[in-house]
Protein backbone atom coordinates (compact mmCIF):
# COMPACT_ATOMS: atom_id res chain seq x y z
CA UNK A 1 0.00 0.00 0.00
CA UNK A 2 2.98 2.45 0.80
CA UNK A 3 4.21 2.42 -2.93
CA UNK A 4 0.47 3.30 -3.67
CA UNK A 5 0.37 6.25 -1.80
CA UNK A 6 4.06 7.40 -2.41
CA UNK A 7 3.13 7.64 -5.79
CA UNK A 8 -0.39 9.22 -5.88
CA UNK A 9 1.30 11.64 -3.25
CA UNK A 10 4.14 12.14 -5.87
CA UNK A 11 2.01 12.81 -8.85
CA UNK A 12 -0.51 15.29 -6.56
CA UNK A 13 3.20 16.82 -5.89
CA UNK A 14 4.22 16.77 -9.91
CA UNK A 15 1.09 18.65 -10.48
CA UNK A 16 1.27 21.05 -8.38
CA UNK A 17 4.81 22.09 -9.13
CA UNK A 18 3.51 22.28 -12.93
CA UNK A 19 1.06 24.46 -12.06
CA UNK A 20 3.30 27.06 -10.20
CA UNK A 21 6.20 26.51 -12.94
CA UNK A 22 3.17 27.31 -16.07
CA UNK A 23 1.52 30.45 -13.76
CA UNK A 24 4.83 31.66 -12.27
CA UNK A 25 7.16 30.64 -15.29
CA UNK A 26 10.01 30.09 -12.62
CA UNK A 27 13.65 29.26 -14.03
CA UNK A 28 15.53 25.82 -13.02
CA UNK A 29 16.85 26.98 -9.39
CA UNK A 30 12.90 27.85 -8.37
CA UNK A 31 11.47 24.71 -9.57
CA UNK A 32 13.90 22.86 -7.72
CA UNK A 33 13.49 25.09 -5.13
CA UNK A 34 9.63 24.70 -5.30
CA UNK A 35 9.92 20.68 -5.34
CA UNK A 36 11.76 20.27 -2.29
CA UNK A 37 9.96 22.81 -0.09
CA UNK A 38 6.38 20.79 -1.69
CA UNK A 39 7.93 17.70 -1.41
CA UNK A 40 8.81 18.53 2.46
CA UNK A 41 5.09 19.64 3.15
CA UNK A 42 3.65 16.49 1.50
CA UNK A 43 5.77 14.37 3.58
CA UNK A 44 4.68 15.81 6.93
CA UNK A 45 1.24 15.93 5.52
CA UNK A 46 1.36 12.00 4.67
CA UNK A 47 2.97 10.88 7.86
CA UNK A 48 0.59 12.71 9.93
CA UNK A 49 -2.96 11.26 7.72
CA UNK A 50 -0.76 8.20 7.46
CA UNK A 51 -2.02 7.22 11.11
CA UNK A 52 -5.91 7.57 10.33
CA UNK A 53 -8.15 5.10 7.94
CA UNK A 54 -8.58 8.55 6.35
CA UNK A 55 -5.26 7.85 3.77
CA UNK A 56 -6.03 4.37 2.63
CA UNK A 57 -9.50 5.04 1.27
CA UNK A 58 -8.06 8.09 -0.19
CA UNK A 59 -5.44 6.06 -1.88
CA UNK A 60 -7.84 3.49 -3.05
CA UNK A 61 -9.90 5.59 -4.44
CA UNK A 62 -7.59 8.38 -6.34
CA UNK A 63 -6.38 4.81 -7.99
CA UNK A 64 -9.50 3.10 -8.81
CA UNK A 65 -11.05 6.59 -10.26
CA UNK A 66 -7.26 7.48 -12.11
CA UNK A 67 -7.62 3.86 -13.96
CA UNK A 68 -11.38 4.23 -14.64
CA UNK A 69 -10.58 7.62 -16.28
CA UNK A 70 -7.47 6.36 -18.01
CA UNK A 71 -8.62 3.38 -19.39
CA UNK A 72 -12.58 3.82 -20.07
CA UNK A 73 -13.59 7.50 -20.08
CA UNK A 74 -10.36 8.40 -22.61
CA UNK A 75 -11.20 6.10 -25.12
CA UNK A 76 -14.69 7.96 -26.19
CA UNK A 77 -13.06 11.42 -25.92
Given at each position: MD???FT???????V???FLKNK???????TLTAVI??????GVGYYFI???SFLPAV???LAFAGAIYT??????E
Open positions: ILSVVGAIVSIVQYGTNTQGVISIVAKQTIQIYILKRF
